[in-house]
């Protein structure tokens, strides 16, 4: 997506940007209005969550850096639901299961990353068809109907706790601990800015676009298909709709957090902030049992004020 | 290596060598049989009219492209160059003109892009190391700044200087500047070429392509003459003079010290800028232009003169003073300077002149449209015609309107841009660094092209960091210092040497 | 900076206004989506229930169509909230599981309506059966068309408890008619336009169509629509007894909709619900009588859901 | 087809493209339609094709206005609910005026507004228009859903109906509608100088400032028209199927986004025209059109979508690629 019109705001640490001020309003603002709100349970239920979004969302800002998009993830996470639910129920190792998964993670993000960095399709074209795809194998196997029969061992892996901490708190904290070193210790996270920031510079570098980009997607798909891991623990089943636009409010996230589409200007730190407040918001808007067509209009209006008060900002 | 081991043989055996380069591209022989040498320790200085195949060779030198014939010596040892990699491995470094920067990463990762250091766990990378290392090449370059700054927020003349580091970082011995001052002020262009000194004295060869003669004279100690892709002559700057090497670069004698023809009275005030002030970082501007007068703007790169020229044409905001344009008062917006006839050709005209993926014929017409076609149907034909009338009228070299833009030289896509205006017939032109990257052929057309339009009673406002255009081209001058206007140069008072004297801040 | 906090609390404000709490008893009933009537008649019935026995009911409805995980969202967050009780209507009968059993484990009575969840304990189960009324509706097309000719069906969404059930109805009731011909049962998702253009794309492939089952309302109005725009004639029926299908059978369009009575399950789930925390006895399951609702018997059903009033557990389970 | 086929050469004329790249998916069309008179003996019938083209009109209307949208490099994921609320409000206009007329200008106008709304959003906001759109999209069925609460409006004149489901001359009155509108598009796009204004911006936003082009205004304009072709797609809508529901719109956007692209017009903005995506929703209708005549299973639809889209914009690039 990377054009002239989509361009924005360039968020940088030093100032606050929007996210943090439409996160910090939302908690004192829930925090004052309902009880339930500040508890240790509910903070936890709210991070609980947000894991999975939290997943998708970390690989989705590195793609969007390229200047890339994903529109698969939320199928491929679908699918790879299915394939590690019908695993595990025919084998019965949960292991054999997550490697199932990953591995569709895996073949779908190397297909994506060939489709744009060989054949150079456009990223957003490119992956709406292979969601269509994703989508499509999901139905085909399951006909429709969800996956059942899993282990309990499968679901502790959402539901379990260690240190009184839940777990999917602690694999998002990893998640989002590894996807920060990546980004900003290795090489590969170097040349993603330098992906969506010139091209040519990694050209002259002596260091391969296509590979790089290939990669970039591959990440994605993993990483979608540890999401996978997660839903299909939380649905302690697998359901061919359980991931259908989760793509979306994960893009929606990224671009929350003040990640720009161009340029490779990114904030990995700002999508966490992003996750957060639309989980946030969803919780506190259940919690004052604000009807749910309300509930569907905050979520438009907190992308758009988000972004509005970054625009403000950086108004010349 | 004997050459390393007996250091008399450095001097005759050059440092590197390509005999018999020849490259095609589909239609064009870019490059047909060139042999080119540099030695250790040289400037030599490679000079050719645009599309002379200069980008070509160098491409070639640091193995962005393959050669289809010719053969590569280093040291007099024969060797390959298959890609960017080998290139570097005999330390060939290229300082392209669009940079290759990353605007997100800081200077030092921008520096050692590529070749970070690893750090103690495997896969990490070692930032600490790679800023200590970059502070230290920057020191060497003598550039003075946190290596932790990003790239993003930094102005041209300092990204070069990162580009420089960069080049430094991966110790070259052979540096490849492609037009390096284009961008940048006097005072930089003092302090690159005092560098370029220090890199000689390291032994550093360097290879600089350039338009400017001045420059070519100045610095090179070797003067290589491409055209149409073969090596016209490789000479010593004592064997030859500004006028013969033009001639040689263009193939036919073309007048360098431009000046105008004759001055026609000015007539009356087309543009009244009254304590203009904005928050792009100028203040309190206030300048006059008449119609038949070509009044320069000059002054350091990052004095204001750009957003000055902005603010005027209505694109920045203005928070202080009015704009008058033939008397009427004009208010703010891009779309209503240019209706009342006021024409800016921006200083970079591939980001900002240009609509590069579309055609000729489209560019010209588009600032035109409202004039060409009143009622707001737009017909192809007309256009076509309209656009066929400028490229005759500015003898732009293309065989078509329908080719795209993008495929054109510099000095040709200059020239679309100026004839989009003049199919708006504007009056008033603003031209801010209208030669920019154009070689010596097409420069003298567009100074010619200024003069045309100003004896049909236009008034231009000209931008340039090269005094010696001011000087030749202008009837008066500003000189702006930081963001003010630090004075006003009749003809007589027009000199380098005022224009220098105004513009450095005291 | 001003500006920009307010805009940002200009919103706020609105959401955080509309907190508004009833003392009694409080009951969460969560639907499937926003946008089906049927679940729409399912919350006006809870809400004239709790009028009546004066509670406060508070509806959960996934912003996404049946979104699974965001479902299990909004009962977590409930479960921070714990109201008395519950009545749950599962967006999926088995990937809501986990969810039933988290509210188990909360301790927070729930009564299960329309879909049968696969598993968790329940005050109750009231529902109406799907196969059943689909048995009987078929019957009721396939007698109407002469026990002969072609038909079509048109399923919901792929694996959809409902639609699997009513569609296994249609077929039972068209092995015991063996002169009827099955063309083709294509899902059109329970909605409207999906029907009309499967439709259409049908009745390219196939000259003569005499009955088309829908296993839904809109289903059936698509394809009634599809018809006409062809103008071809055909018999259809649908399930819901929707009020748009009551006109339509007024009309003489529809020739008859099972009656799956949102309402009065609605009305039922939430009695039960009460009652059970009233300590009275409650059936462990409530079962409504697959009615057909034709020409012959439309009357009742015109009267706008809004305006109905809850028939007692009694009456249901009575006649 | 013909009117498509001729506004193509003369557009892609004013263009700095090429015709032959239109001609690469028209054949890809016609070999589409040649595999299907194969396989099944009822696709060439006129009843059929009449089909196809009454839902491919449908498909174009949302796409046409997309399209101008995308040729400025923006994007607009709010067509789908837009529809929605422009159908719900059109449709209780004239259930409760009972006059068509001033319900097609309630949705009409609807639609327009809510693209205006979007185009100040990217404009005086500068709110990259894919997250403008995002949002405006949810808050769109936000209102939707709460205006509906979950009910149906149905049952509307049938004067009204004709736009949706009648015939004129034995051809759908939507085909007739889509003519018109491929028609104004491509001579809106083509002959207006705003439409070599549009192309200028999404080639070069900046050039097209500094060459005096009222951008803002301009790209207002865009998602105005944008948003009022949903208006108008919602009414064939509500006309054809007789009833207005809430989830109108969902699962509409993505494939009229995929009609624009598979009609050859780039994300990055600058190329394409309204006639490619005329072809393209034609391309994409022909598809499933075909599969529900050849009995595939539903579950197998979206996967072979997939999968032609990205076959056809491959082969899309190749040709582009052999054309230069």
Redesign the interface.
């Known amino acids: 997506m990377s054009t002239g019109r989509l361009t924005f705001a360039s968020v940088s640490i030093a100032r606050v940007p929007g996210v943090a001020v439409v996160l910090a309003v939302l908690c004192v603002g829930f925090g004052a209005t309902s009880p339930g709100f500040a508890t240790f349970a509910n903070i936890a239920n709210i991070l609980t969550q947000s894991t999975i979004l939290l997943l998708l969302a970390l690989p989705m800002t590195v793609i969007i850096m390229t200047e890339g998009l994903d529109l698969s993830m939320g199928a491929v996470l679908t699918f790879a639901s299915i394939v590690l639910a019908i695993t595990v129920v025919t084998t019965g190792s949960p292991m054999l299961g997550f490697l199932a998964a990953l591995a569709v993670g895996f073949c779908f993000g190397l297909g994506n990353g060939m489709l744009i960095a060989v054949l150079d399709i456009p990223p957003f074209i490119t992956t709406l068809g292979t969601l269509g795809i994703a989508q499509g194998l999901s139905l085909l196997v399951t006909d429709g109907q969800s996956v059942v029969g899993i282990p309990r061992s499968v679901e502790s892996i959402y539901s379990g706790t260690a240190v009184g901490i839940p777990m999917p708190v602690i694999i998002g904290a990893l998640a989002y601990g590894v996807t920060h070193t990546l980004l900003y210790h290795t090489r590969f996270g170097t040349y993603v800015f330098a992906l969506g920031g010139n091209r040519e510079a990694l050209r002259v570098a002596g260091i391969s676009v296509r590979a790089m980009l290939i990669r970039v997607y591959v990440f994605g798909g993993l990483m979608a298909g540890f999401a996978a891991l997660l839903m299909t623990a939380r649905l302690n089943s697998a359901h061919p709709t359980a991931g259908i636009g989760m793509e979306f409010d994960a893009i929606a996230a990224v671009a929350v957090g003040g990640t720009s589409f161009e340029r490779g200007n990114g904030w990995l730190f700002g999508t966490l902030l992003g996750v957060i407040a639309v989980g946030v918001l969803r919780n506190g808007l259940n919690l004052l049992a604000v009807p749910s067509s309300a509930q569907v209009a905050c979520i438009g209006a907190l992308v758009i004020i988000a972004l509005f008060i970054d625009g403000l900002r950086t108004e010349r | 290596m004997n050459g390393s081991t007996c250091g008399w043989r450095v001097t005759v055996v050059p440092l590197f060598e390509l005999r018999g380069i020849s490259k095609e591209f589909p239609g064009v022989k870019a490059l047909d049989d060139v042999s080119f040498e540099i030695r250790a320790g040289e400037v030599h200085m490679l000079v050719g009219e645009n599309g002379a195949g200069k980008s070509t060779l160098m491409k070639i030198l640091?193995g962005?492209y393959r050669a289809d014939r010719g053969s590569f010596f280093h040291r007099g040892e024969p060797v390959t160059i298959n890609?960017?990699?080998a290139a570097?491995t005999f330390g060939i470094a290229?300082i392209?003109q669009?940079?290759?920067?990353?605007?997100?990463?800081d200077i030092a990762?921008?520096i050692f892009?590529?070749?970070?250091f690893s750090?103690r766990l495997p896969?990490?990378?070692d930032?600490r190391r790679i800023h200590t290392e970059a502070k230290r090449v920057l020191d060497m370059v003598g550039f003075n700044i946190d290596p932790r700054t990003?790239v993003?927020g930094l102005g041209v003349a300092q990204q070069q200087m990162v580009e420089i580091a960069k080049a430094l970082s991966q110790d070259a011995s052979i540096l490849v500047m492609d037009e390096p001052t284009a961008a940048l002020s006097d005072r930089e262009t003092e302090r690159l070429f005092a560098m370029i000194a220090r890199l000689k004295k390291n032994g550093v060869a360097i290879i600089y392509i350039s338009h400017r003669l001045s420059e070519v004279f100045a610095l090179g100690d070797r003067i290589t003459v491409l055209r149409d892709g073969r090596k016209i002559a490789s000479l010593l700057p004592a064997e030859t003079t500004p006028d013969h090497l033009v001639t040689l670069m263009v193939g036919r004698p073309v007048d360098t010290t431009y000046t105008r023809l004759s001055r026609p009275t000015p007539g009356e005030v087309v543009l009244q800028v009254k304590n203009l002030s904005g928050?792009?970082g100028f203040a309190d501007i206030n300048l006059t232009v008449r119609a038949g007068e070509i009044v320069g703007l000059s002054g350091l790169v990052g004095s204001g003169r750009t957003e000055v020229a902005r603010a005027i044409?209505g694109?920045?905001?203005v928070t202080a003073g009015e704009i008058r344009l033939f008397g009427e008062r004009i208010g703010g917006?891009?779309?209503d300077?240019?209706?009342r006839g006021m024409a800016?050709i921006?200083e970079n005209r591939k980001?900002?002149?240009?609509?590069?993926?579309?055609?000729v014929?489209?560019n010209i017409?588009?600032?035109g449209?409202?004039k060409l076609?009143p009622l707001?149907?737009?017909?192809?034909r007309r256009?076509m015609k309209a656009a066929r009338a400028i490229i005759e009228k500015l003898r732009i070299a293309t065989p078509t309107p329908?080719r795209?833009v993008a495929t054109l030289s510099g000095g040709n896509q200059q020239k679309v841009v100026i004839g989009?205006w003049l199919n708006?017939d504007a009056r008033f032109y603003i031209f801010d660094e209208p030669t920019r990257g154009i070689d010596v052929g097409a420069k003298a057309e567009i100074f010619r092209l200024l003069d045309g339009l100003v004896h049909s009673g236009a008034a231009i406002l000209m931008i340039s960091s090269e005094q010696i255009e001011i000087v030749h081209i202008c009837d008066r001058a500003y000189v702006m210092r930081s963001g003010r206007i630090a004075g006003e140069l009749t003809h007589h008072e027009l000199t380098e040497a005022n224009i220098v004297r105004l513009g450095i801040d005291q | 900076m001003k500006y920009r906090i307010f805009s940002v609390t200009a919103v706020l404000t609105a959401i955080f206004s509309s907190a508004a709490f009833a003392d009694g008893e409080t009951i969460a009933v969560f639907t499937k989506n926003l946008t089906n009537p049927y679940f729409q008649a399912v919350r006006v019935g809870t809400e004239t229930a709790a009028k009546t026995l004066g509670v406060k009911v508070i509806q959960y409805v996934p912003t996404k169509p049946d979104s699974i995980p965001e479902q299990l969202s909004q009962v977590e967050d409930v479960i921070v909230k714990k109201p008395d009780a519950i009545v749950f209507v599962p967006v999926d009968y088995k990937a809501l599981v986990p969810a039933v059993e988290k509210i188990n484990a909360a301790g927070i009575p729930v009564t299960n309506i329309t879909d049968r969840s696969a598993g968790g304990n329940f005050v109750a189960f009231v529902g109406a059966d799907d196969y059943s009324i689909g048995l009987a509706i078929a019957r009721r097309l396939l007698t109407a068309i002469g026990g002969k000719g072609n038909v079509i069906i048109l399923e919901g969404v792929k694996g959809s408890l409902t639609s699997t059930n009513r569609v296994r109805g249609f077929n039972d009731a068209l092995k015991e008619t063996p002169d009827v011909k099955l063309l083709g049962s294509q899902p059109a998702n329970f909605q409207r336009l999906n029907a009309l253009q499967v439709m259409e794309n049908l009745m390219q492939s196939f000259p003569s169509i005499d009955g088309v089952l829908a296993a839904n309302d809109p289903m059936a109005v698509g394809a009634i629509e599809a018809l006409e725009g062809a103008n071809r004639k055909a018999m259809v029926i649908g399930i819901n007894g929707s009020k748009e299908a009551v006109e339509l059978i007024k009309s003489g369009k529809l020739l008859a909709s099972g009656d799956f009575n949102g309402f009065i399950q609605g009305c039922i789930g939430t009695q039960i619900a009460v009652r059970n925390l009233r300590k009275q006895s409650t059936p462990k399951e409530v079962m409504l009588k697959p009615i057909v609702i034709d020409k012959t018997n439309f009357t009742p059903y015109e009267m706008p859901v809004e305006q109905r009033s809850c028939p007692t557990i009694e009456q249901i389970t009575s006649n | 087809m013909k009117t498509a086929a001729d506004m193509v050469t003369h557009s892609r004329l004013a263009l700095s493209g090429d015709i032959l790249q239109m001609l690469y998916r028209l054949l890809a069309v016609v070999l589409l339609c040649a595999t299907l008179a194969m396989l099944s003996d009822v696709f060439l019938t006129t009843n059929n094709l009449l089909n196809v083209l009454r839902q491919t009109a449908l498909l174009f209307l949302m796409a046409s206005g997309l399209t101008l949208v995308i040729l400025t490099a923006g994007l607009d994921l709010s067509v789908g609910a837009n529809i929605a609320l422009s159908a719900c409000l059109a449709a209780s206009v004239i259930k409760t005026t009972g006059s068509p007329l001033l319900g097609m200008a309630t949705g009409i106008g609807c639609g327009a507004m809510v693209g205006l709304a979007n185009g100040i959003l990217v404009t005086a906001l500068r709110i990259p228009s894919f997250i403008a759109t995002y949002g405006m999209m949810w808050m769109l069925t936000g209102v939707t859903y709460y205006y509906m609460a979950g009910e149906t409006i149905h049952g509307f004149p049938p004067g009204f109906r004709q736009l949706g489901s009648g015939y004129l001359l034995g051809v759908p009155t939507p085909v007739y509608v889509m003519v018109l509108f491929l028609l104004i598009g491509a001579l809106f796009a083509q002959r207006t100088i705003w439409g070599q204004q549009i192309y200028a911006i999404g080639a070069n936003p900046v050039a097209a400032r500094l060459s005096g082009v009222p951008v803002e205004r301009r790209l207002a304009l865009v998602y105005a028209v944008s948003g009022a072709m949903a208006g108008l797609a919602s009414l064939i809508i509500l006309a054809r199927i007789n009833s207005a529901q809430g989830d109108i719109g969902e699962e509409l956007t993505l494939p009229a986004i995929a009609a624009v692209l598979v009609g050859g017009t780039s994300l990055f903005g600058g190329s394409g025209t309204v006639a490619g995506t005329l072809i393209g929703a034609l391309f994409l209708t022909i598809l499933l059109n075909g599969m529900n005549l050849l009995q595939i299973h539903s579950s197998w639809q979206p996967l072979v979508t997939g999968c032609i889209i990205l076959l056809a914009v491959w082969i899309d690039n190749r040709t582009r690629r052999i054309g230069e």
């Open positions: 640091c962005a890609d960017s990699t570097r290229v392209f669009d940079f290759t920067l990353v605007p997100y990463l990762q921008n892009l590529g070749c970070e750090g896969g990490l990378i930032q990003l993003h928050p792009s044409f694109v920045d905001r917006s891009a779309e300077s240019a209706r800016l921006p980001t900002q002149g240009l609509a590069l993926t579309r055609s014929g489209d017409v588009l600032a449209l409202r076609f707001g149907f737009f017909i192809p256009a329908r795209p989009k708006a």
